[in-house]
T-cell receptor
């Protein structure tokens, strides 16, 4: 199993540009989520999904959109990038129900100038 | 919502010494407390977790303790090794909840 994969690894955007961060998992996990990591602030949940066709907002959803058309994929869209979205983004997945280990991807480092 | 505070933000120890990282949480309904280790350039990885029905859990050189009354939990690493150097995150979650709330992280440096 490849686990959780993310692309790209690095990205530089200009203010106002749009892009999609890709996330895929091959563990057949129902639950997938996106976090952003900023210095001193830990990981903050952006959006999550409990299955195909179902998404919900996390702690910091503004400026981000998600969709879940398949179990495997959970892309994160920035429609109009802002410097405040400069961060490292992590996708994670786990089995739904109870308290199960979350598996994180390697991250995408995004810089918005 | 839940708020998790983590201290210290950085910790430097000599190889072989013990390291302790502490977290407090605000939501008394939280009942699951995992700890993640993040090595440079990688995503976080679960190293140990504890549920609110136990007070302590050990796995070789690492242990976690939980005090539900005071709403705090701690990670203990004994006989530290250079490969323990990383950023450690605590987190908390409600019963059957879908969201983990993370602490701000602790950068642990183990000096050889």
């Amino acid at each position: 199993n490849a686990g959780v994969t993310q692309t790209p690894k690095f990205q530089v955007l200009k203010t106002g540009q749009s892009m999609t961060l890709q996330c895929a998992q091959d563990m057949n996990h129902e639950y997938m989520s996106w976090y952003r990591q900023d210095p001193g602030m830990g990981l903050r949940l952006i959006h999550y999904s409990v299955g195909a066709g179902i998404t919900d907002q996390g702690e910091v959803p503004n400026g981000y959109n998600v969709s879940r058309s398949t179990t495997e994929d959970f892309p994160l869209r920035l429609l109009s990038a802002a410097p405040s979205q400069t961060s490292v983004y992590f996708c994670a997945s786990r089995i739904l129900g109870g308290h199960n280990e979350q598996y994180f991807g390697p991250g995408t480092r995004l810089t918005v100038t | 919502g839940e708020n998790v505070e983590q201290h210290p933000s950085t910790l430097s120890v000599q190889e072989g010494d013990s390291a302790v990282i502490k977290c407090t949480y605000s939501d008394s309904a939280s009942n699951y407390f995992p700890w993640y280790k993040q090595e440079l350039g990688k995503g976080p990885q679960l190293i140990i977790d504890i549920r609110s029905n136990v007070g302590e859990k050990k796995d070789q050189r690492i242990a976690v303790t939980l005090n539900k009354t005071a709403k705090h939990f701690s990670l203990h690493i004994t006989e530290t090794q250079p490969e323990d150097s990383a950023v450690y995150f605590c987190a908390a979650s409600r019963r059957a909840g879908n969201m983990l709330t993370f602490g701000g992280g602790t950068r642990l440096m183990v000096k050889p």
